[in-house]
T-cell receptor, first 108, second 115 residues
């Protein structure tokens, strides 16, 4: 079973920031937080990952709480092409356990 | 640089037949993973290669599935004989072995339909 809990779905207005929460209260000390997304039936696309510090790249920002029991993925300016299922995964290594994810709909 | 490539993109076979899926990882990536999503379920891990060695095959559903990675380059996943419940999308991913907790990149998947 996945070690993460995410909302089933979320909506976001185009151009606004999308904030996707994830709970992982049983995360182990050496496990990283990974975020992937899947658009339609394409392969999962890597977004970002981190251990305990906040991370930012060209796609998104990852905010991890100090106790590491939860995190938030931030898409700063959502576009229609960001509509997808977003997966939060905690893992040491890449033998990922995927949950159902959050279906993000970006609305015009 | 080419990404992870999977072939074929679609395959339709009859129950009892054999199908072989192929995955070409990103050049230089020694870690190779197979995952699959069957209808209505989440994406599930199948197995992990480091170069040509099977590091973890705990997710393989049964002995009808055989994965190989001869020479540590591309990998094949053979299903023999195929059953209806094997229908789904099979994904391959690769990553650098020198950095355990680095990003893994996925291919576009092979959609397998067993009729």
């Amino acid at each position: 079973d996945a070690k993460t809990t995410q909302p089933t779905s979320m909506d976001c207005a185009e151009g606004r920031a999308a904030n996707l929460p994830c709970n992982h209260s049983t995360i182990s000390g050496n496990e990283y937080v990974y975020w992937y997304r899947q658009i339609h039936s394409q392969g999962p696309q890597y977004i970002i990952h981190g251990l305990k510090n906040n991370e930012t790249n060209e796609m998104a920002s990852l905010i991890i709480t100090e106790d590491r029991k939860s995190s938030t993925l931030i898409l700063p300016h959502a576009t229609l092409r960001d509509t997808a299922v977003y997966y939060c995964i905690v893992s040491y290594g890449q033998n990922f356990v995927f949950g159902p994810g959050t279906r993000l709909s970006v609305l015009p | 640089e080419a990404g992870v490539t999977q072939f074929p993109s679609h395959s339709v076979i009859e129950k009892g037949q054999t199908v072989t899926l192929r995955c070409d990882p990103i050049s230089g990536h020694d870690n190779l993973y197979w995952y699959r999503r069957v209808m209505g379920k989440e994406i599930k891990f199948l197995l992990h290669f480091v170069k040509e060695s099977k590091q973890d095959e705990s997710g393989m559903p049964n002995n009808r599935f055989l994965a190989e990675r001869t020479g540590g380059t591309y990998s094949t996943l053979k299903v023999q004989p195929a059953e209806l419940e094997d229908s789904g999308v099979y994904f391959c991913a690769s990553s650098q072995v020198s950095r355990r907790n680095t990003e893994a990149f996925f291919g576009q998947g092979t959609r397998l339909t067993v009729v």
